[in-house]
């Protein structure tokens, strides 16, 4: 059996929380031509720590030439709430003040560790919340269509932005994808055929990209 490759290509980790961010940000990344970074699966918002060790004990000599460990996580409907629940993971890894006291802000010694919630900052959402606008704009047309499906079943009037974001993009999708209306996000972003989707290029990826540009500087 061929033995796992250890060796640190770029002292960068971007540490998600499943594996349709992973494909986001690896899209996001090649399309936009960003630093790279090595992309990780956390497999939930709760096991950050866990994935941290795992990768430690898994890439020893990539893990301990990390520079800079960047978190993305989502706010949900929490914002606070989540970011606290991330910070108190970082902390259990590397020790009682090692985690960010705010988002996008960046701690000092090495590793340098930040964390990004999604759509960004307090805001509440997630992933899904941030392809919303590039969903929208890429066909116009379906696009006003389902803002007038989700008015004329009130779920404009929820008061829950983070619900209201996957299922404008969940309703969204299943239409334009008529050969798979339940298509995965992570397809959207991983199969050349969906890139037209949720462009990449659009505008409100913009924070993101220069966001990950400045961490790698």
């Known amino acids: ?54 990768y430690r004990i898994e890439y020893p000599r990539t893990f301990a030439q990390f520079g800079r460990i960047l978190i993305v996580a989502d706010n949900d409907d929490t ?7 991330v910070r108190v993971q970082v902390e259990q890894v590397f020790g009682a003040g090692s985690a960010p006291t705010a988002s996008r802000v960046r701690t000092t010694g090495k590793p340098s560790i930040a964390i990004m919630m999604m759509p960004w900052d307090k805001r509440e959402g997630h992933l899904e919340r941030l392809c919303l ?11 006003e269509k389902t803002d007038h499906y989700l008015a004329t079943v009130l779920a404009d009037k929820w008061r829950s932005e983070s619900r209201f974001g996957k299922a404008w993009l969940r309703a969204n999708l299943a239409v334009r994808c008529a050969s798979d209306p339940f298509i995965p996000l992570g397809k959207v972003f991983r199969e050349p055929k969906h890139y037209h989707l949720v462009p990449v290029a659009h505008n409100s990826f913009k924070p993101i990209a220069d966001y990950l540009t400045d961490f790698a500087s």
């Not at 914002?79 to 629940?85: G, L, S």
């Open 1 to 54: 059996m061929a033995e796992k490759e250890d060796k640190p290509k770029f002292p960068r980790l971007l540490l998600c929380e499943g594996p349709e961010d992973c494909f986001f940000f690896h899209r996001l990344i090649e399309q936009r031509r960003l630093p790279d970074f090595h992309i990780w699966d956390a497999q939930g918002n709760r096991n950050f720590a866990g994935a941290l060790r795992a």
């Open 133 to 143: 606008d590039s969903a929208h704009w890429a066909d116009r047309i379906n696009g």
């Open 79 to 85: 914002p606070e709430v989540n970011f606290q629940a």
